[in-house]
């Protein structure tokens, strides 16, 4: 039964509810952004960075990071919504930061135009998304915590079992 799966299991994790938070801050209102000004961060700014078929990605980001950011934000199936997260946020240090660590074009990805260049200039620009990646990672790992939806099913689903 789906229900029984780790998946959805809440994990043990009493205070994994600021995780989930500050991954709802930032997701519910990046996905939302994507889809609501696609010229300037949706498909647009894919065009720029080099993502391939940014018309198909910019918006498919745009709500994996919304529905990721309200399932995180109400604890329910957080191990789930971490994994589209992991991959976004790999795929954003890969395309956008590398190039910053190399200081030139990097594959099929562009360079933006900063006042410096290097490994410092990339871990000032990588905080969030290293930030952003941890947590996720995290929230695959330990999943949602006590204070979730999660944990309200899995609670009733053990109860009913034991009943039985």
């Known amino acids: 039964m789906i229900r029984n799966s780790w998946w959805l299991t809440p994990g043990a994790a009493p205070w994994a509810i600021f995780v989930r938070l500050s991954l709802a801050g930032v997701f519910i209102f990046e996905g939302y952004q994507k889809l609501a000004y696609p010229d300037i961060l949706g498909a647009g700014r894919f065009t720029g960075i080099g993502i391939p078929s940014p018309e198909l990605f910019g918006p498919v980001v745009g709500v994996l990071e919304l ?3 309200l399932l995180f934000l109400v604890g329910f199936a957080s191990r789930v919504a971490a994994v589209p997260i992991i991959v976004i946020m790999l795929v954003a240090i890969i395309s956008t930061k590398i190039p910053i660590l190399l200081g030139r074009e990097w594959w099929i990805f562009s360079l933006r135009d900063l006042d410096r260049y290097g490994f410092l200039s990339f871990t000032h ?3 969030t998304d290293w930030a952003m990646l941890c947590g996720a990672l995290y929230m695959l790992l ?5 204070w979730s939806l999660d944990n309200r099913l899995w609670q009733r689903t053990r109860s009913q079992s034991i009943t039985r």
């Open 125 to 127: 620009e990588t905080r």
């Open 142 to 146: 330990a999943g949602s915590g006590r």
């Open 67 to 69: 529905l990721a950011g």
